[in-house]
């Protein structure tokens, strides 16, 4: 039987409900400010062991997290998980985060919302169970330096003078190692991995950019930066989330196919969170998830330094969420960056 919204008290939907939600209490043992109460009792029954998604609709005027409280017989209420943020919204927006496997002993699940916002359609359903093990995959270069590949090796896989990867296709631009980091400097800058496997997973690489140019052909864009591609199914179809930006806004782009750009149509997921500039010459940490909910939507959560900046949710924004497995990459545009330490993390 499926974990749907009403079967045997995994999940409880709030439909319709509107109202200014107060941020909790922060002691580590409070019940919660708000429980979304169901029947018979305070909070959603949760089984210990299961990871559940937690969704609602919101409005607000600053960046609004979901905060989850546990309730065990022998602890009572405690603050435990805080999901990721989501930008402040005009208009009804989704939200959805997925918590982490429920400890033992705990019966309940209790949730508020902060800071203050106007909240509906509550739910929290159980997320599918991992199919296997976490992976960890560390796509490398394959040398310690020159060219690793380039676009003219994708393009031309039979010539004898294709330096070919086993690991990346490089589709427009050139990749080098040096001293064991990715080095590129080309204008345009396109690659993903050969695998093309990858469903729910976690990207990170550490990041240096030296810095930015523009050319007569690739004239200086708002845009120019590093990017990571998740869920690339092609050049017409995939999650983009911006980690530095020439105008210092950091955010999460989906393009669809059909359209102006290049075949495809590029649309903003969730809200833009400014004041970001570009940090030169220092490594950074950037990471980006990507994870389909019980409902059909998509979430995708941007990370720099380890701190979750940006959120969004999916829910068929320009064409369908993008669910299944496909390669993930990175993007460069007028930015000379180094990388190193790739890693794909199943979810």
Same mark, same amino acid.
């Given at each position: 039987?499926?974990?749907?919204?009403?079967?045997?008290?995994?999940?409880?939907?709030?439909?319709?409900?509107?109202?200014?939600?107060?941020?909790?209490?922060?002691?580590?043992?409070?019940?919660?400010?708000?429980?979304?109460?169901?029947?018979?009792?305070?909070?959603?029954?949760?089984?210990? &062991?299961? +990871?559940? =998604?937690?969704?609602? /609709?919101? !409005?607000?005027? *600053?960046?609004?997290? %979901?905060? #989850?409280?546990?309730?065990?017989?022998?602890?009572?209420?405690?603050?435990?998980?805080?999901?990721?943020?989501?930008?402040?919204?005009?208009?009804?927006?989704?939200?959805?985060?997925?918590?982490?496997?429920?400890?033992?002993?705990?019966?309940?699940? &209790?949730? +508020?919302? =902060?800071?203050?916002? /106007?909240? !509906?359609?509550? *739910?929290?359903?159980? %997320?599918? #169970?991992?199919?296997?093990?976490?992976?960890?995959?560390?796509?490398?270069?394959?040398?310690?330096?020159?060219?690793?590949?380039?676009?003219?090796?994708?393009?031309?896989?039979?010539?004898?003078?294709?330096?070919?990867?086993?690991?990346?296709?490089?589709?427009?631009?050139?990749?080098?190692?040096?001293?064991?980091?990715?080095?590129?400097?080309?204008?345009?800058?396109?690659?993903?991995?050969?695998?093309?496997?990858?469903?729910?997973?976690?990207?990170?690489?550490?990041?240096?950019?030296?810095?930015?140019?523009?050319?007569?052909?690739?004239?200086?864009?708002?845009?120019?930066?590093?990017?990571?591609?998740?869920?690339?199914?092609?050049?017409?179809?995939?999650?983009?989330?911006?980690?530095?930006?020439?105008?210092?806004?950091?955010?999460?782009?989906?393009?669809?196919?059909?359209?102006?750009?290049?075949?495809?149509?590029?649309?903003?997921?969730?809200?833009?969170?400014?004041?970001?500039?570009?940090?030169?010459?220092?490594?950074?940490?950037?990471?980006?998830?990507?994870?389909?909910?019980?409902?059909?939507?998509?979430?995708?959560?941007?990370?720099?330094?380890?701190?979750?900046?940006?959120?969004?949710?999916?829910?068929?924004?320009?064409?369908?969420?993008?669910?299944?497995?496909?390669?993930?990459?990175?993007?460069?545009?007028?930015?000379?960056?180094?990388?190193?330490?790739?890693?794909?993390?199943?979810?």
């Amino acid at each position: 039987m499926r974990n749907s919204l009403r079967s045997a008290a995994l999940a409880m939907t709030v439909p319709g409900l509107l109202g200014s939600v107060a941020a909790p209490a922060s002691p580590a043992a409070a019940s919660p400010a708000v429980c979304w109460q169901p029947a018979g009792g305070c909070g959603f029954a949760v089984t210990a &062991g299961r +990871a559940y =998604t937690i969704s609602s /609709a919101y !409005r607000a005027t *600053a960046t609004v997290r %979901a905060v #989850a409280y546990t309730y065990s017989a022998a602890a009572g209420w405690r603050q435990w998980f805080t999901g990721s943020p989501y930008g402040g919204s005009a208009s009804w927006a989704p939200l959805a985060t997925t918590t982490p496997v429920v400890p033992a002993g705990v019966e309940r699940l &209790g949730l +508020a919302f =902060t800071p203050a916002a /106007a909240i !509906r359609d509550v *739910a929290v359903t159980a %997320a599918p #169970a991992p199919r296997r093990p976490q992976e960890v995959y560390r796509p490398g270069l394959g040398r310690g330096s020159g060219l690793v590949t380039d676009g003219f090796a994708y393009h031309n896989p039979r010539s004898a003078k294709a330096v070919r990867s086993a690991v990346w296709h490089v589709t427009t631009g050139s990749l080098f190692a040096v001293r064991g980091s990715g080095d590129t400097g080309s204008p345009v800058f396109r690659m993903h991995t050969v695998r093309a496997d990858f469903t729910d997973v976690r990207v990170a690489f550490r990041l240096d950019i030296a810095y930015q140019k523009a050319t007569s052909y690739t004239p200086e864009s708002s845009y120019d930066g590093v990017h990571i591609w998740l869920r690339h199914r092609s050049q017409y179809e995939l999650y983009a989330a911006s980690v530095a930006r020439r105008d210092g806004k950091v955010l999460i782009k989906k393009k669809c196919p059909g359209g102006p750009v290049n075949g495809g149509t590029y649309y903003t997921l969730g809200a833009e969170l400014p004041g970001r500039p570009i940090v030169r010459n220092k490594w950074r940490e950037v990471s980006a998830t990507v994870r389909n909910n019980p409902g059909g939507s998509v979430t995708v959560v941007l990370s720099v330094d380890g701190e979750a900046l940006v959120s969004a949710v999916d829910a068929g924004v320009g064409c369908a969420p993008i669910r299944a497995a496909a390669p993930v990459g990175i993007r460069g545009d007028n930015t000379r960056f180094r990388f190193t330490d790739v890693t794909v993390t199943t979810l």
